[in-house]
C-alpha cells in the first residue's frame, strides 16, 4: 500500500505562499488520484483540492479557489500544493490522500499522511 509524507508547512504572513509537497513510497502513484484536505483547531476536517493520478482533472473548494493550485509530478511520486495569498483562516494541518477515485469524499480515501502544520499570522 501506498505511503505519503507531507512537508512544506510552516509559519508565514497573511498574503504570503507556501507550497506543500506528498511524496509517496510507491512508483504505482500514478495510479491514485490525490486530495489534500485540511483541519483547523475546533473545525472539522475540509476538502481543499485534488487531483486525477494523470493530472488532467482537478478540483478545488470555492474558498480556495483562485488562491491555491495542485499539481503533480508522477516521475517524482510527489503531488504540490501552492498556496498564494493565504489568509489568516487558512490556518490548519494539512494533510494529502491517495484514492483510486477522483472524489471530495474523505471516507472513499484510503490512505493519508501523518499532516503539515499551515499557520498564518502577522
Known amino acids: 500500500q501506498v505511503q505519503l509524507v507531507e512537508s512544506g508547512g510552516g509559519l508565514v504572513q497573511p498574503g504570503g505562499s507556501l507550497r506543500l509537497s506528498c511524496a509517496a513510497s510507491?512508483?504505482?502513484?500514478?495510479?491514485?488520484?490525490v486530495g489534500w484536505f485540511r483541519q483547523a483547531p475546533g473545525k472539522e476536517r475540509e476538502f481543499v483540492a485534488h487531483?486525477?493520478?494523470?493530472?488532467?482533472?482537478?478540483g478545488y473548494a470555492d474558498s480556495v479557489k483562485g488562491r491555491f493550485t495542485i499539481a503533480r509530478d508522477n516521475a517524482k511520486n510527489t503531488a504540490y500544493l501552492q498556496m498564494n495569498s493565504l489568509k489568516l483562516e487558512d490556518t490548519a494541518v494539512y494533510y494529502c490522500?491517495?484514492?483510486?477515485?477522483?472524489?471530495?469524499?474523505?471516507?472513499?480515501?484510503?490512505?493519508w499522511g501523518q499532516g503539515t502544520q499551515v499557520t498564518v499570522s502577522s
Open positions: 490522500a491517495a484514492t483510486e477515485a477522483f472524489t471530495t469524499a474523505q471516507a472513499l480515501y484510503d490512505v
Open positions: 487531483i486525477t493520478g494523470s493530472g488532467v482533472r482537478l
Open positions: 510507491q512508483r504505482t502513484f500514478s495510479r491514485y488520484a
